[in-house]
């Protein structure tokens, strides 16, 4: 009986051509700065020795792996999917992402890390390790986990901080929230509105502060008070039907509210027909992300359209450039825009111009 034969590996090919591993690397990578000669040789080594390159030979010596990795956080993302309520952060993030990544010749997988265990570090590495990622894109709250901008930077690989422009490494990346946040009350001072609630989203995302801040100082810029006017929720239907509740239900109540969700927005429509309020004729609404199930809300509500899948696109056109070019030093903000539609309308009492 005849020997098995041995498994031809890179270090045969190098043997064979006369060449080091890191050429043989970057010939199968087809990197540029290899003379025409030596490819050949070792090309002609290859097809003799029947070699089929593994993934560890293709990203060798710095070789690109054409991976993007965006990592999401687990709760969040499966809670997301098992309501089926309509959120799309997932969706837009893969839409901008995986079309820009197809363009520069690169893929983007995503996974799905709990960023409230102790067991982060080990997570993630393991993931890394596996994929060899070119970059990785961090979503909030990841974006400001030190335990995992901490890992990537040790690691030396170039990664997007969305929703973060605390000082680090990485790459500050925000999608505009205090300018989101001050253009929709601005939309509702310009129909008259004076008394504009707000409802902010959990403290561990830096967004929550971002969007507070741009409704004061719309506020403040129109010599308004805010006070009273602010409660929180987690982003969800519940508790944001409890903070719709304190605002409705205050003697100061507003004519309308701005909330940092879609799922929260929704329950402001429930609160203010629990109160027996017409939305918009006794209360107008904004709603926060623009996911699908607002064009469907009665009434279909005006929303800030977050801009996710320009920001996905944005985070990967860095990070491919970050193996060639310095990495921006301040914040990189992709702003979104109010799309109006029919939960806003003039205060009560006030006449349109």
């Known amino acids: 009986m005849g020997r098995r034969r041995q498994a031809v590996t890179i270090k045969h090919v190098a043997a064979d051509a006369g060449v080091s591993l890191q050429t043989v ?15 050949e040789r070792v090309q002609a080594s290859i097809d003799k020795l029947g070699y089929v390159p593994s993934k560890a030979a293709q990203q060798m010596s710095g070789s690109r792996s054409y991976l993007i990795l965006a990592i999401n956080d687990r709760d969040l993302t499966i809670a997301d999917w098992k309501a089926r309520e309509g959120r799309d952060w997932v969706d837009q993030m893969m839409f901008g992402g995986m079309l820009t990544c197809a363009e520069h010749g690169y893929r983007m997988m995503i996974e799905l890390v709990d960023t409230h ?10 993931a890394i390790s596996a994929l060899q990622p070119d970059g990785v894109i961090l979503t909030p709250p990841h974006s400001e986990n030190p335990l995992i901008t901490g890992l990537l930077a040790e690691r030396n690989i170039p ?3 969305i929703g973060s422009t605390q000082p680090g490494p990485g790459i500050a990346m925000t999608m505009g929230d205090t300018h989101n946040a001050r253009i929709a009350t601005e939309h509702l001072l310009g129909l008259g509105h004076t008394a504009i609630g707000f409802i902010a989203g ?6 929550s502060g971002w969007r507070v801040a741009g409704w004061q100082e719309a506020m403040f810029a129109a010599g308004l008070s805010t006070e009273g006017l602010l409660e929180k929720g987690d982003f969800g239907f519940e508790t944001g039907l409890v903070a ?16 940092s ?7 402001v429509l429930e609160a203010a027909r629990e109160y027996g309020l017409e939305v918009p004729r006794d209360l107008s609404v904004i ?9 469907f809300t009665q009434p279909a509500l005006t929303a800030i359209d977050q801009p996710i899948a320009a920001t996905a696109s944005r985070a990967v056109e860095l990070l491919i450039a970050a193996r060639d070019t ?3 030093t301040e914040p990189v903000r992709v702003k979104g825009e109010l799309v109006v539609r029919d939960s806003t309308a003039p205060a009560p009492g006030h006449n349109a111009a």
């Open 25 to 39: 690397s970057r010939v199968i990578n087809n990197e540029p700065n290899v003379r025409p000669v030596m490819k």
């Open 287 to 295: 709603s926060f992300d623009n996911s699908p199930i607002v064009r």
């Open 244 to 259: 719709a509740r304190k605002l409705l239900g205050a003697a100061n109540r507003p004519t309308a509210i701005i909330a």
């Open 202 to 207: 959990p403290a561990e995302f830096s967004l």
């Open 326 to 328: 310095p990495a921006p």
């Open 159 to 161: 990664f997007a901080r």
């Open 117 to 126: 265990t102790d067991h982060v570090e080990r997570e993630l590495g393991a």
């Open 261 to 267: 969700s879609d799922q929260m927005s929704i329950a």
